[in-house]
Every structure is written in C-alpha cells, then in structure tokens.
C-alpha cells in the first residue's frame, strides 16, 4: 500500500516508529496528486516548496506531526491564495492564519493546497467555482457535492490525508456522503471562525473531513477550543475524542429516526441503503426510537431567507476597494461597486444578494426575516423534545446520491433540496455527522451513500463513537473509486 492511501491514523504510527519521514507523506501525495488531479481537479493552489520545509521542520513528536492537511479555499493560510473560488478574489492572498490554521500547525501538522469549492461557499456541487468544478472521484461525469467538494473529493481520492472544509447548510456532510469519505459539521461555536471568509456567520462552522471517523476525531481534537478572536467561540470544555471511541457495542444508546426525513423527493434505492444501516445500528445494540421533528417541512425556506440576508452584508465588503480584483475605468465610486461586482461575482452569488438585499429591505423585514427567525426557533426546539427520547438521531445525509454535472445548474430549487436533510442542524446548531453507509448503482456506476447521524449541542463524543462502532461494523469507508 502507498502512503497516500493510508490513513491519517496508520501514518502516524509509521512516524513515530520511524518507519518513515514527514517528506515522504509529501513525496508520495504529489505523485498521487500529478496523476489524479488533472482529472479530479479537487485543488486550485499548491505551494510544494513550503510544503516540503514544513515537512522537514515539523516535530512528530506532535499529535499531528507529520501530516499534510487540503484545506478548503475559504479558510485564511499566510501568504497562500484565499480566493473562495472567486474571479473578484483571485489575487488576494492571506496576510495570515487561521485560528484553525494555527492550532493544525501547533499540533504539527500543516497545510498541503487549496480545496476547490462553490463560490463563497454558495452551492452544493461546486460547480459555481470560478476555476470550474470538481469531478467525483466515483464517476468523474458527476459532481462531488459541495460547497466543500474538493475537500471531499481529494479524500475519497486519496491525494489528501485529511482536509478541512466549513458547513453553512451541509456543506462538509453532503460532499462526504456523494463521494464516500467521513464528515463531521461540529456544534455552532465548538471550532473558531475568525480567518474563515464569511456566508452566513449565524450559520457557518469549520470541520474535519477524514477517511475514517478516528481521522477525523484526530484533527477535531486539534482545532477545537475557546478563541479570543471569534466572539462566538464557546468555552465549552473540550474531550479526547480519540480517547472515547474504545466502544465496541450501542448497548444503552436510544437512535431517534424522524418520520418526516423517510417519505417522498428521497431516492428509493439511497432510502433503502440508510434503513438498512439504521438497522445495523440496532443490531449493534441500539433502540431504535420513531421521532417526530414537525416543522422540518419549514427549514430548507426559512434557510434560504436567512442565509442569504446574511450573505448579502457579509458580501457588501468584496466591492473593489475594501477587498477584490477593481475595474479600472469606473466613472466614479458606485460606478467601480457596481461593475467591479458585476463583472467578480457568479450567477449564484448575485442571486442570493439580490435575495438576501430583498427580505432585509424595509417593507419586508418583519414578513420574511423575522418570520424565518422565529421558525428557526421552532427548529430548535423540536430537536430539544427529540433528544428527551434519543441520544441521537440518525437519517440520510443526501436525498439522492450525486447526480450528474449540469443537471440541476439551470433550476436552483431543484438544487437547493440536495441540503434539505442537513439544513435543519445548521438551524439548530447542532453537531452532525455522515459516514459512508452502502452504495447505489445507476448505469452501472457504483455511487456511495452516506448515513447521518446528529447530536446533541457540543456532544461531538457521542456521535464519534456511533460513527465509530458502525465503522468497524462495516467496511463501507474502505471503499476505493476505481481511479486511473
């Protein structure tokens, strides 16, 4: 076995057992990465030459010592590209770290490229990328999901050890489940923000995306914590993650499933994959608890009221003066804002301001903002009854596996419901994660399927022993994509 197939976990015994060197993990990971990503395109930037005298200067002595990480084109990296897959940001580079950036290189590890990703995070197919989209590593004619799909593709494909991504809607579960990997969506204010470029900052939450769950628990234990730079960073106490997943069994653990996640608009052949793996966890000792989370039906429009009217001022700053690339011949100053962001800014990212600039705008205030807001209430409160009677909730992460790249460009309500079983925790700011569950075949391809299993706020352990136990249940995350 090469080392980039390896994972995270298996490589750092290899280093400290000296088996092997941080420059190898590089070495091997180019060539994997000249080979594949010509095709995959999961990556927009490379800096080898630092990557190498990271590699060469890191202490593996170090929880993550050693180990290269993807890291998604929205989260700041000094003196790297930070270009949120943007024409308006394509030469702006970062002046500095990340609070996660920060806390990966105290772990020892450090940054390997830049992920690919939906313009400013606003999509779910990566397709509205101005550097064009990824391909899924499974059937390069699909999409890999999104916002995050580089970050989940390069994993499925084995050119990243483990990556970092940011879920506003589903945007690291969703990508993991269309391309078969592990993804976590942590609880609201567990990991920093400050230094990730914002979409929806009520909504938005950096997270790991690993080939397994003890990979992703592994550099989860490394970026959480307290952050004097993001105002709404929790001081919650933080576990070992790694250390809690020594469960070998679900005996005394209640698994609520919502009778309104199972019904029409989800492919039949990914509802039987998930029932099964529901299954699986009752065989595993579980009880299985039907819930009810009543205003479900709500979440995916009261999200793209609110997400969208946080976007449209989290945006106004990309204008060609505070931040981006600016037209040279603007007659005057709202002369260079309006063409500078005509010409910088995607089809989807227009739509959403115009969106979020209308429910925002006087006269319409109370009739849309307001009203989603107090949903989301009701949102929240429905999953505070659900976890009376479970000790987590397990659905589909996608309704569908990944379809095909075009199929839903031209109608975006279509696309807006291929987040419309993670929505409702990013409302809830709830943590949530999607392990790989089964496959679906559709002409004669073989397309993963992911299971979702959401939890109590700041009750990552929880859910990282489920994932865990159903892993080494299964061996659906040892899948591989048939590459070149």
């Known amino acids: 076995m090469s080392l980039y197939q390896e994972t995270l976990a298996s490589l750092r015994k290899k280093l400290l057992n000296q088996e092997i060197q941080p420059l190898d993990i590089v070495h091997s990971l180019r060539q994997r990465i000249e080979k594949v990503d010509v095709y995959l395109k999961a990556y927009t930037h490379f800096d080898w030459e630092k990557a190498e005298r990271e590699a060469k200067e890191t202490d593996i002595s170090k929880p993550l010592g050693g180990i290269p990480i993807a890291i998604k084109d929205a989260i700041a990296v000094k003196d790297q590209p ?38 400013f995070a606003m999509g779910s197919s ?30 499925a494909a084995d050119t990243a050890i483990a990556s970092l ?52 628990a592994l550099v989860l234990e490394a970026i959480v914590g307290h952050d004097t730079f993001d105002c709404t960073s929790l001081k919650e106490p933080v576990a070992s993650y790694v250390d809690t997943l020594k469960k070998e069994d679900l005996k005394n653990l209640r698994v609520g499933v919502p009778k309104e996640y199972f019904r029409q608009g989800i492919d039949s052949q990914v509802e039987t994959v998930v029932k099964k793996a529901i299954q699986q966890l009752e065989g595993l000792g579980a009880t299985l608890v039907e819930i009810s989370l009543p205003h479900t039906d709500y979440a995916l429009a009261s999200y793209y009221i609110i997400a969208p009217a946080e976007a449209s001022a989290n945006l106004a700053r990309f204008d060609g003066v505070r931040y981006g690339a600016r037209v040279k011949d603007g007659k005057d100053v709202l002369d260079v804002y309006r063409r500078t962001r005509e010409a910088g800014l995607g089809r989807e990212v227009k739509r959403r301001i115009l969106l979020g600039t209308y429910v925002l705008s006087s006269g319409y205030y109370d009739a849309y903002y307001l009203r989603a807001q107090k949903v989301r209430t009701l949102i929240r409160q429905d999953f505070q009854k659900a976890f009376e009677q479970c000790d987590v909730i397990a659905t589909p992460t996608s309704p569908t596996a990944a379809f095909r790249l075009g199929e839903k460009t031209e109608d975006p309500l279509k696309m807006y419901l291929a987040d419309v079983f993670t929505i409702a925790v990013n409302m809830a700011g709830l943590c949530g994660l999607s392990v790989p569950c089964g496959f679906v075949e559709e002409k004669g391809k073989q397309l993963p399927v992911g299971l979702q299993l959401i939890g109590k706020a700041f009750d990552e352990t929880t859910l990282l022993q489920v994932g865990h136990v159903y892993e080494q249940a299964t061996a659906w995350h040892t899948m591989k994509p048939n590459l070149l």
């Open 82 to 119: 930070l270009t949120c897959s943007s024409r308006l940001l394509r030469d702006f580079v970062s002046p500095y770290d990340a609070t996660v950036i920060k806390k990966l290189r105290q772990a020892g590890a450090f940054p390997l490229g830049r992920a690919n990703m939906d313009e």
């Open 165 to 216: 991504g940011s879920d506003t809607g589903g945007s690291i579960r969703q990508p993991a489940a269309l391309c078969g990997c592990v993804g976590l969506k942590p609880t609201y204010g567990r990991v920093s923000r400050y230094g990730l470029v914002a979409f929806a900052s009520s909504l938005d939450q950096i997270g790991p995306l690993g080939k397994t769950v003890e990979d992703v």
């Open 126 to 155: 990566t397709e509205n990328s101005a550097q064009g989209p990824t391909k899924n590593p499974w059937d390069f004619d699909r999409i890999p999901g999104g916002s995050s799909g580089g970050s989940a593709a390069c994993v």
